[in-house]
C-alpha cells in the first residue's frame, strides 16, 4: 500500500469590498500579494451578491473593507463576505475594518438605547470571522465585545512623527478636544519628548447629535503650538470650536491631527474656514478630490496595516509592533 503524504502549506489570501479598493491596492503592495479577485455586485432593490473567483479552501484570509458612507452597505457587504468565505472552507478569517462602524455607541447614555458597537462584534462572529483588525478604536473597551483576538492597531506614532517633525517640539503642546482624550494626549507626549498637555471642557446635549458645548482651555497655551488630536472628525464642529477657544487661549498656531476623516456634512468648509494651519488625517477612509484642500495632509496607514497582517500570517507579535509605544 502506498503511502499517504498530506502537505499543508499557509496561503495569505487578501480580499476586499468595493468601500476602498485603493487602499486594499496599497496593502496588497506592502504584502506582496494580488487581491483575490471578487465578483460584487448590487441587486435592484440593493441586496448585495458576492462570489470569490478563485478557491479559497484553507486559506487565512483578510477581508479589508473601509466603512465609508453609505455605511451600513460597507457593513453589510463585509459581512456577506466573510460568510462566503466560512462557507468556501477558508481556514481562518480576519476582518480589516481601518475604520469600525458605530464605534461611537460603545454604551447607553440614557435607557433604551442600544450598544451598536457590540452589535457589530455579534454580526461579524455569526457571519464567521475568527478575528478583527481596526485602527484607532473609539474607546479601547470595544475589544471586548468581540469573542476572539483584537488586533487594535494606532496611528498614533505615525502621526506624532509627522508633527514631530514638523514644529519645534519645545514650543508643542498637545491638546485633548475633551477630557475623554486626555490619555490618547499623553501617550503624544510621550512619544514627542515629554511636551506639555492641555484640554479643552466642553459639554454636550445628548439630545442633540454631532453638537457640543466647547467651554475653557484647561493648562498652558499661550505662545505655544498646540496639536489638537482626537480619533476622528465626523462634522468638525467639535474640532473646531476647539481651535477658537486655543486662540482665544493665546496660543500661536494650531495643528489638527486625527486618524479617521469621516467629514459628514459642513465639515470640509469648517475646517478650510477655521484658522488651523494644518490638518492631518489618515487615509483609513476614502477622501474624495472634492473634500480635499491646500490645508489638508493625508498619511497613508497601508504600512501600519501591512505589517500588522503579516505578523498575524507569520503567528509573530502584533503587539510589540502596535501598542502604540515606541
Known amino acids: 500500500m502506498s503511502e499517504l503524504r498530506l502537505t499543508s502549506e499557509k496561503r495569505l489570501r487578501l480580499f476586499t469590498g468595493r468601500g476602498f479598493p485603493e487602499l486594499a491596492d496599497e496593502v496588497a503592495s506592502e504584502l506582496g500579494v494580488p487581491l483575490t479577485p471578487t465578483s460584487a455586485y448590487d441587486f435592484a432593490n440593493g441586496e448585495i451578491f458576492v462570489r470569490f473567483e478563485e478557491s479559497v479552501r484553507g486559506c487565512d484570509a483578510f477581508v479589508l473593507q473601509s ?8 457593513i453589510m457587504e463585509q459581512l456577506i463576505m466573510v460568510d462566503a468565505l466560512k462557507r468556501a472552507s477558508a481556514k481562518r478569517i480576519t476582518v480589516v475594518a ?3 462602524g458605530y464605534a461611537r455607541q460603545d454604551k447607553k447614555h440614557r435607557g433604551r438605547e442600544p450598544i451598536s458597537a457590540r452589535l457589530m462584534a455579534d454580526l461579524y462572529k455569526t457571519a464567521g470571522a475568527d478575528r478583527l483588525m ?17 488586533d487594535h492597531l494606532f496611528a498614533l506614532p505615525m502621526l506624532a512623527n509627522y508633527v514631530g517633525s514638523k514644529v519645534d517640539r519645545s514650543m508643542l503642546t498637545i ?3 475633551d477630557s475623554g482624550r486626555v490619555r490618547v494626549a499623553e501617550r503624544w507626549s510621550e512619544l514627542l519628548g515629554g511636551c506639555p498637555i492641555a484640554f479643552i471642557h466642553k459639554t454636550r446635549d445628548p439630545l442633540i447629535p454631532n453638537e457640543s458645548v466647547t467651554g475653557r482651555v484647561v493648562g498652558d497655551v499661550t505662545g505655544r503650538t498646540c496639536v489638537v488630536i482626537d480619533d476622528m472628525i465626523d462634522t468638525a464642529g467639535t474640532i473646531t470650536k476647539a481651535v477658537d477657544a486655543l486662540f482665544e487661549g493665546g496660543a500661536k498656531d494650531v ?3 486625527a486618524t479617521h476623516a469621516v467629514f459628514s456634512g459642513p465639515a ?3 475646517l478650510k474656514e477655521s484658522r488651523a494651519v494644518e490638518i492631518v488625517v489618515t487615509n483609513s477612509l476614502p477622501i474624495a478630490e472634492d473634500k480635499r484642500f491646500d490645508k489638508l495632509t493625508v498619511l497613508t496607514i497601508a504600512p501600519l496595516l501591512g505589517r500588522a497582517i503579516r505578523e498575524v500570517f507569520e503567528d509573530g507579535s502584533v503587539t510589540s509592533l502596535f501598542d502604540g509605544h515606541s
Open 268 to 270: 470640509v468648509e469648517r
Open 67 to 74: 466603512h465609508a458612507a453609505p455605511v451600513n452597505k460597507q
Open 98 to 100: 481601518p475604520f469600525y
Open 175 to 177: 491638546v485633548s478636544p
Open 255 to 257: 495643528i489638527i491631527a
Open 134 to 150: 481596526v485602527v484607532d478604536l473609539h474607546t479601547s473597551q470595544i475589544q471586548g465585545f468581540f469573542d476572539g483576538p483584537v
